[in-house]
């Protein structure tokens, strides 16, 4: 009788020392004579306990964490291989409450297959949706994803059904959909998750969006700093070929869909869309003006899809369970679910799948356990490096695209950035203005001359020169950015720097600033 054990290959785990737990436990089990397999499998996002070793018993899977090289001869000892006692057991891992509080559609997989296992992922209603798919008129395939309400997960929030409708409906004798996997948000690692951990999801999602809109080539365009990614997918897409789910001839419906991999250039400008086909073009990554969209003309001048990773990888679980079943989920027009992730200054952070309407409250406390200081927090960044900055007085508003619009806020991709009270607002300001400094792609000169004038305009307000009239001068400055951008670069670039002006005025005040960074120093 063998048993099997579960140590993660996701980049997080493998960051805390997964590969060594993975090297030490099937050593540790030769010397015992004891017959173990050790899956590699995706992680559950639960990272403050990676490396999370689990192991499969009678009665469910058992979860040990965070465990290292030096506790496994311990675990040995303790009977782990049954489920037995240890000071890092946490029972069975669906009873982790963290887990089990969850809406897991997207992410169901995530942490129980072998990413790179075909009979595993078909065991849990994988391609079920592309079988279903080739069985539908292309129309009516779009139809399902208009009717199920998925909106873009990449920040945008457009709904996807409109592009895949606008691609269809455009006659071309070629035509294409790519994967935007240039995750460069601060705080996301939901498409890295998703590569790493389920990339057979993203690969079926690609290939229904290909059948449904008459496109026979696919790219995923992956961010440079993530190579375990990279990896994953050219294996899941070589395996997905020799099965027969990719090629010339998609389980013998005699639909083309062939999907390659590319590497990113390394801009955070080439997650916007246009930049990104200038990119996967082999050209500099500078914005494109629109019209024409790129659902009319887009890679090489065809239609194209251009869809984040979450997106896509929604996609078969719409076509496998129907569009009312996902519709059930959320609210409003914010249909579904969306994996929030958690990072910052938080005690548990990690990916929370939850249907919208949930509250950063909830996700801080109940989820995240409040910061890892033990400090009050005093501000979420939610969306990104371009989100705004959220006071305690709005922590309770549902997270949902419209709520947050309404208060100038943004969901973005659903990462949450947590800042405690000792954070300076001001240099968080500063700081998003220079981001935009470095990442401006020049094309327009809102951003590339608007950004570099906002960062010496908040060094002289911290310093105390003529700060009224500065401030004055920073409002105009941010309105001329985001009604002059070209693209969301330069046009949300003042929301984190208004939002810190409007809710944290004192930390713009040059001694308040002053004290703050004096009174966080003495604290470390």
Known sequence: ?????????????????????????????????????????????????????????????????????????????????????????????????????????????MGITDPLSLADYEAHEGFAGLRRALAMAPADIVQQVLDAGLRGRGGAAFPAGIKWKTVLATPAPQKYVVCNADEGDSGTYSDRMTMEGDPFMLIEGMAIAGIATGATMGYIYVRSEYPHAIATLNEAIRLAEAAGFLGADVLGSGHRFALEVRKAAGSYVCGEETALLESLEGKRGVVRAKPPLPAIVGLFGRPTVVNN????ATVPLILARGAEFYRDFGQGRSRGTLPFQLAGNIRQGGLVEKAFGVTLRELLYDFGGGSASGRPIKAVQVGGPLGTYLPSSQWDIPLDYEAYAAVGAVVGHGGLVVHDDTADMAALARYAMEFCVVESCGKCTPCRIGSTRGVEVIDRIRAGTDAPRQIRLLRDLCDTMVHGSLCAMGSMTPYPVLSALDHFPQDFDSAAAHDAVVLADTRR
């Open 309 to 312: 990773v979450i997106t896509l």
């Open 1 to 109: 009788m063998t048993v099997t054990v579960y140590v993660p290959r996701d980049s997080a785990a493998l960051a805390a020392g997964a590969e060594r737990v993975a090297r030490r436990i099937a050593e540790e089990a030769a010397a015992r004579g004891v017959a173990v397999t050790l899956v590699r499998n995706g992680s559950r996002g639960l990272f403050w306990l990676e490396p999370l070793v689990e192991v499969a018993t009678p009665a469910g899977r058992m979860a040990y964490g965070p465990v290292t090289s030096r506790d496994v001869a311990g675990l040995f000892d303790a009977g782990f291989l049954d489920g037995g006692a240890h000071a890092l057991g946490l029972g069975l891992t669906d009873e982790i409450p963290f887990l089990k509080k969850q809406e897991r559609l997207t992410f169901a997989r």
